[in-house]
């Protein structure tokens, strides 16, 4: 009897323990606004995601990747200034602070979508699921914009943009 109720209450605490835990995924903690993808012509092989993204938990996460039926791979990518170049970086993972938004745009972090699978039509959606370092994932249903690609250097020289 006694190790009946003993099993019993181990159950019972082993749920309780892992409720709480599923409750903190990334997934049900971090908001994900105003994505879209950036429309490319035909036969141009990548394109990229933008997104305003929400940890609305106590408790930093990450973003370290996803993927897209859409394209071969994405890839999380920065820009950086470089010898008066604008040069693209993979980065391994975006952080997400505890109560703080990032905002994924063009000419800073972003989603690359490479190896497009598919043309990029505007005002049809892209899925694309991003995978958090918990392990946890989100898919959404981006829109496709046509966008007109404009940067901004610093000291206002005229800038180029390297790959």
Do not use: C, W
Request: avoid cysteine; proline fraction near 6%; charge should be negative.
């Amino acid at each position: 009897m006694y190790l009946k109720h003993l099993s019993s209450l181990l159950v019972l605490s082993l749920a309780a323990f892992s409720g709480s835990v599923l409750a903190e995924a990334a997934s049900d903690q971090v908001a994900v606004s105003e994505a879209y993808v950036r429309a490319v012509p035909p036969g141009q092989p990548n394109s990229a995601a933008f997104m305003e993204i929400t940890n609305g938990s106590g408790v930093d996460h990450a973003l370290v990747g996803g993927s897209s039926p859409a394209a071969e791979v994405l890839e999380l990518h920065t820009h950086t200034l470089e010898d008066g170049m604008m040069r693209m970086r993979q980065v391994e993972k975006i952080d997400l602070p505890a109560g703080q938004s990032v905002k994924l745009q063009p000419g800073g972090l972003h989603v690359m979508l490479i190896g497009l699978k598919q043309n990029l039509v505007p005002d049809e959606h892209v899925p694309i699921t991003l995978k958090y370092d918990d392990g946890s994932e989100v898919t959404l249903e981006a829109p496709v914009r046509k966008l007109q690609m404009q940067m901004k250097m610093q000291g206002g020289g005229q800038g180029q943009m390297a790959h």
